[in-house]
């Protein structure tokens, strides 16, 4: 059995599970400014744990491409209310979507069980210390560049590997610092062209290899939307028919802004491979 320790109990990942993204944020690019009320939140909230997600994830901070910059206090004011109120009310296990080690300890001490970092400590350096001392499971991200000129161009010779050896040092750092509880994420979006993000996910396996549980965050991003060209809003059905890739790809946690349709995702990917 794989599991990640929370708070002293284990949440088995072995089994393929989701992740609802609520972002507290105005300028998100498909939810932005949706859910900045508490009673929004909550209600965002309550819906994610029906239809089945294990996790929510609370960001204060679009990390879109080209996105604004926000104030440490400013994205404080945010999370940690919303953060606050749902673990007082629902029992599920909160992560926090941040690059900064000031709002990863505060978040955890208001009830975060997960920090989940796009920079994997490259942005804040205290942050991989941060996590080792607080106890808690870390997804560390592959990105590119900033949120604000990461899709100007990237270019790559071997993105998979590139991708993998990137990720194999974030592991060292991890491994030195004492975090016993890491989760990676390839950076689907974040620094990448279209080609880039397809070659990566048709070789996730490569990835997998590295045994350490993998995030994927797929969810109505432009590698869908821009291919079937379409509104962002329209991208749920591609989404869901790129997440069977990457639940067949090595994913451990499917990162997502509708959670019902994922949840079945994950359902019929267990009852194909028990027949395997």
């Not at 001392?133 to 590139?162: C, F, R, W």
Request: aromatic share 6%; charged share 20%; net charge neutral.
């Amino acid at each position: 059995m794989r599991t990640i320790n929370i708070k002293g109990t284990p949440l088995d990942i072995s089994s393929p599970i989701v992740m609802g993204i609520l972002n507290i944020t105005p300028d998100s690019f498909s939810d932005g400014g949706k859910y900045i009320s508490i009673d929004a939140a909550i209600n965002r909230a309550k819906q994610i744990i029906k239809e089945g997600a294990k996790i929510i994830d609370i960001g204060g901070y679009s990390t879109r491409p080209g996105a604004n910059v926000v104030s440490l206090q400013e994205e404080l004011d945010r999370v940690l209310p919303i953060i606050q109120q749902i673990t007082s009310r629902f029992d599920v296990v909160i992560s926090v979507d941040t690059f900064r080690s000031q709002v990863a300890k505060a978040a955890v001490q208001f009830g975060a069980s997960i920090i989940n970092d796009i920079s994997a400590g490259h942005d804040d350096h205290a942050m991989i210390d941060t996590v080792a001392k607080l106890g808690v499971p870390y997804i560390a991200m592959h990105k590119k560049g900033s949120p604000k000129t990461m899709q100007l161009n990237p270019t790559y010779v071997d993105v998979v590997g590139e991708v993998v050896n990137y990720l194999v040092k974030v592991k060292q750092k991890c491994d030195d610092a004492g975090i016993q509880d890491l989760i990676i994420d390839p950076g689907f979006g974040f620094g990448k062209t279209i080609h880039h993000n397809y070659v990566l996910l048709e070789h996730l396996n490569q990835v997998s290899q590295l045994n350490i549980p993998i995030l994927v965050g797929l969810s109505l991003k432009s590698m869908i939307h821009k291919v079937l060209l379409i509104d962002p809003s329209e991208a749920q059905s591609g989404t869901t028919f790129l997440h069977a890739f990457a639940l067949n790809g090595g994913a451990n946690i499917l990162r997502v802004h509708h959670v019902k349709e994922a949840v079945e995702c994950v359902k019929l990917f267990n009852y194909m491979r028990q027949i395997r």
